[in-house]
């Protein structure tokens, strides 16, 4: 019994469409997402010695306590309380 003929052609190219559009909306989103991305890190960031003494206190710092909070005393703080780990065994 021969196969019998079926009109897959129009129903394929229908998905095909939809995948199109679907894609399409896809890449703009991403698109729109790796712009919005790329503007905020253009942005200057905020450094605490332009904040007003209101706005440290908000996040509980005081302008004294700026200096302490650079990059290499962080890096130095903790490698203190490894030090203190293994000094005391805890590891």
């Not at 095909?16 to 679907?22: C, H, I, K, N, P």
């Not at 904040?51 to 700026?66: S, Y």
């Amino acid at each position: 019994m021969p196969p019998q003929q079926t009109n897959v052609s129009s129903v394929t190219e229908r998905d095909v469409v939809a995948l199109r559009f679907d894609l399409s909306v896809v890449l703009s989103s991403l698109r729109r997402y790796w712009l919005a991305l790329q503007a905020w890190r253009q942005r200057s960031p905020v450094v605490l010695q332009d904040l007003n003494d209101r706005e440290l206190m908000d996040i509980g710092l005081t302008r004294g306590e700026i200096d302490y909070l650079t990059p290499e005393r962080a890096i130095e703080t903790l490698r203190d309380r490894t030090t203190d780990l293994w000094g005391r065994g805890g590891m």
